[in-house]
């Protein structure tokens, strides 16, 4: 007995004497880790286990990725085997506005899991493209329509014309000889209709990439001409540019947002809004007399009401303009009950394919969702989502509406922006909620984050106590402004490429990184129209 208690003092004291010499040794030493072992730990650390997670039975069998695996390969075999080079009738360019691969990835987890596609994401044949404009590594809207519609670089702030045209130029601007021509003019010299549809302003720098021509994006009325100093006579507003120059004053399909571009200050619209035009022009009045003067029936509609009722079998020429400004963001249609009152994208879209194909010569079209990129620069990353489910809906509506043997579908964005997906989030947990690591100071962070933006001042830093405390904040409210590393009242765009995803004839020429001003080089060869087409490409 006496023996056992010597024994268990001896080993007493050499335990204490090890855990001495361990505390004056340095951490990595003292748990038998490399310095290389313990920087691994910092930067890539284990959780616990979320408890609201559960695998999938079948994703922890290897059999079950390697069939995965072996339907994508026989899809890719398949597509290639035979690829489509059909000429193709119809064109529709489906435009993301600043929707980044982080924010298509963004989406797939908003859908329920990282697992899932955003239906563009099935088509067959996907690239990159650079968005740089001439005079700037981060583009705006504006230069990328220029590049992505008629095949041109063009300085930042400027739309349908070249980079001799600098930003407000209204000299330059207004010289003919740099403007450019765009596909939509390609498609209506080679006997197709054309068409736009966005949810942000008609006048809105994407939309009027399609028949504009102009040395400064934000000149939408002639007061913000001469409000530049220049004049609005010499330099055309975009407004007036649709209703009167020769490519929007064809266009067959005409749908978004922006009435109080048209109109006088002295006038109202339908729901009572104001115009903002100071020249005494009520130009939708213009836009129907013109349709009616050359013997056409040309419908404009305010409402989802009279989209609806409109006959699209007997209408030549739709204008809908459905709010003052830009249409709401998808999501908020619902949550402020507008739903039944002015069109979704489906519904714009749907109404605009059905009327454009009754062309037999076919019809070039032009979809944006305007309003992911003003969510993204709101620090808005819920409403961003919502509006990329709801364009992913219309671009499956639109193949469902047409043959993949004759129509074209090509999907991308203009640019990026400065959101990310951070932390280490468990698989399936809500995008918007907070990651389950907690940063230096002990305080959560939000797994959606942006570079910069409003969000740094709503949620992310205060003057008076340091980075907030979003633990008991509903980060998954459709107004919250998610974190920002560096205050600024818009977040910025990012500079970095974009995702294109083509179906239809010609798919397969979208593979690769290139420039994003060949995205309308490659749709024109594939409609053989313009100057890409076949028969002068070697001229």
């Not at 109109?263 to 115009?275: C, K, V």
């Not at 020429?317 to 402020?336: E, I, N, Q």
């Not at 509406?401 to 129509?407: I, P």
Request: proline share 3%; hydrophobic share 35%.
């Amino acid at each position: 007995m006496q023996k056992t208690f010597v024994l268990h003092t001896l080993c007493a004291l050499l335990a204490l004497v090890a855990l001495v010499s361990s505390a004056a040794q340095p951490p990595n030493v003292r748990m038998g880790l490399t310095e290389e072992q313990e920087i691994g730990g910092v930067q890539h650390p284990r959780l616990l286990p979320s408890r609201d997670f559960v695998a999938l039975d079948e994703e922890l069998e290897t059999r079950f990725w390697h069939d995965k695996a072996q339907t994508i390969l026989a899809d890719k075999l398949a597509s290639h085997q035979k690829l489509n080079e059909n000429r193709a009738k119809n064109v529709i360019m489906f435009l993301g506005d600043g929707m980044s691969v982080h924010t298509i990835a963004a989406t797939r987890a908003f859908l329920g899991d990282s697992n899932k596609q955003v239906y563009f994401e099935k088509f067959p044949y996907l690239g990159l493209s650079k968005t740089y404009a001439v005079n700037e590594r981060t583009p705006d809207s504006a230069s990328t329509a220029t590049a992505y519609l008629s095949g041109v670089k063009a300085n930042y702030g400027t739309i349908g014309v070249n980079a001799q045209v600098e930003r407000a130029d209204c000299v330059r601007g207004a010289d003919a000889s740099t403007h450019t021509q765009s596909i939509a003019q390609w498609a209506q010299e080679a006997g197709k209709w054309a068409g736009l549809v966005t949810t942000a302003r008609v006048t809105h720098a994407s939309p009027a990439g399609v028949y504009a021509h102009t040395a400064e994006r934000n000149w939408e009325h002639d007061g913000l001409i001469t409000d530049s100093g220049c004049s609005s006579e010499l330099n055309m507003d975009t407004a007036r540019q649709l209703v009167e120059w020769s490519v929007g004053r064809d266009l067959r399909v005409i749908m978004g947002g922006g009435r109080s571009y048209f109109r006088d200050q002295t006038m109202h619209d339908e729901e009572g809004n104001g115009g903002l035009r100071n020249d005494g022009r009520d130009l939708i009045k213009d836009w129907q007399e013109d349709k009616s003067n050359r013997g056409a029936k040309g419908e404009y509609v305010w409402s989802l009401k009279g989209l609806q009722e409109t006959d699209l079998n007997k209408t030549d020429y739709l204008l809908g303009l459905f709010d003052a400004s830009h249409l709401p963001y998808h999501g908020d249609r619902k949550r402020s009950h507008l739903e039944y009152a002015e069109p979704s994208l489906s519904d714009m879209t749907e109404s605009a394919i059905k009327l454009l194909r009754r062309n037999d010569e076919g019809y070039f079209l032009f979809v944006e969702s305007g309003r992911i990129d003003m969510a993204h620069h709101a620090t808005l990353a819920h409403k961003a989502l919502e509006d990329t489910e709801q364009f992913a809906a219309a671009i499956k509506l639109a193949r469902d509406l047409t043959n993949q043997e004759d129509t074209l579908i090509v999907v991308t964005s203009d640019h990026s922006h400065t959101m990310s997906i951070n932390g280490y989030p468990y698989r399936r947990q809500n995008i918007f909620s907070l990651a389950p690591n907690l940063a230096e100071d002990e305080l959560p962070f939000t797994i959606l984050s942006y570079a910069n933006g409003p969000g740094n001042a709503a949620n992310t830093y205060s003057s008076s106590s340091g980075r907030v405390d979003l633990s008991h904040v509903d980060t998954t409210s459709a107004d919250f402004r998610f974190q920002a590393t560096v205050p600024l009242s818009s977040e910025t765009h990012g500079a970095e490429d974009v995702a294109v995803f083509a179906s239809g004839p010609y798919e397969h020429l979208f593979t690769g990184n290139y420039e994003q001003s060949s995205i309308p080089a490659m749709m024109a060869f594939a409609a053989n129209m313009g100057p890409f087409s076949k028969d002068k490409l070697n001229e």
